[in-house]
């Protein structure tokens, strides 16, 4: 069956502009994350979703990261007037029913703010 | 503060011979463990994990081996096969909890 997918793969930025990262998951999937992963670094939690409701979004790492699953399947990760230090790859990863069932990732989208 | 470590950021082994990947964690909270795998351009993926209330987990070439008094876990692949050739991630986390602290990963390269 299908993965998590994600678009897209690669994109680039200028400094200020806003970016719109979207995830499709697993079919069926309620549980959906996303992680911001720096160069050589391991990946960092921003945000958990159980089907549309954003149960915890303490990873956000400013008011600028705004991210969305109104139907409870896609889900949107929007990044206002970005800088350069947002630049990173983003993961989401979804899994079946609890949250604490395997997370199965996309291979993410490269942002590079330039 | 890093809660999760990988000390080894790369490793580099003969094929056919036993790969052994290293992981410390620092919170006496985490009770689940667990490995991915990531290749280039794409997203981690699912290797084995183990539960605090063992020391052993094995699936097939893969084994992962846990110290709680140590606050350390080991991957060892055997035989290292070309394909292993990749980035290992440890993760750990609060089983009843879904947020997975990971490390910062180590490269393994298999040499034919």
């Known amino acids: 069956g299908a993965g998590v997918s994600q678009s897209p793969r690669y994109k680039v930025a200028k400094r200020g502009q806003d970016v719109a990262l979207r995830c499709d998951p697993i079919?069926?999937?309620?549980?959906l994350f996303w992680y911001q992963q720096a160069l050589g670094q391991g990946p960092e939690f921003l945000t958990y979703?159980?089907?549309?409701?954003?149960?915890?979004k303490s990873g956000l790492p400013s008011d600028r990261f705004f991210a969305e699953r109104p139907e409870g399947s896609v889900s949107t990760l929007k990044i206002q007037r970005t800088q350069q230090e947002d630049s990173a790859v983003y993961l989401c990863?979804?899994?079946?029913?609890?949250?604490?069932?395997?997370?199965?990732f996309g291979p993410g989208t490269r942002l590079t703010v330039l | 503060d890093q809660q999760v470590k990988q000390n080894s950021p790369s490793l580099s082994v003969q094929e056919g011979r036993i790969s052994i990947l290293n992981c410390d964690y620092t919170?006496?909270?985490?009770?689940?463990f667990l490995w991915y795998k990531k290749y280039p351009a794409e997203g981690p993926t699912f290797l084995i994990s183990?539960?605090?209330i063992k020391d052993k987990n094995e699936d097939g070439r893969f084994t992962v081996f846990l110290n709680k008094s140590a606050k350390h876990l080991s991957l060892h692949i055997v035989p290292s096969q070309p394909g292993d050739s990749a980035v290992y991630f440890c993760?750990?986390?609060?089983?009843?909890?879904?947020?997975?602290?990971w490390g910062a990963g180590t490269k393994l390269i298999i040499k034919p």
């Open positions: 079919s069926g999937h309620v549980s």
């Open positions: 183990i539960s605090s």
């Open positions: 919170n006496s909270m985490f009770d689940y």
């Open positions: 993760a750990a986390k609060v089983r009843s909890n879904y947020q997975l602290i």
């Open positions: 990863a979804s899994s079946y029913s609890s949250s604490t069932d395997t997370q199965y």
């Open positions: 979703f159980q089907n549309e409701a954003q149960l915890d």
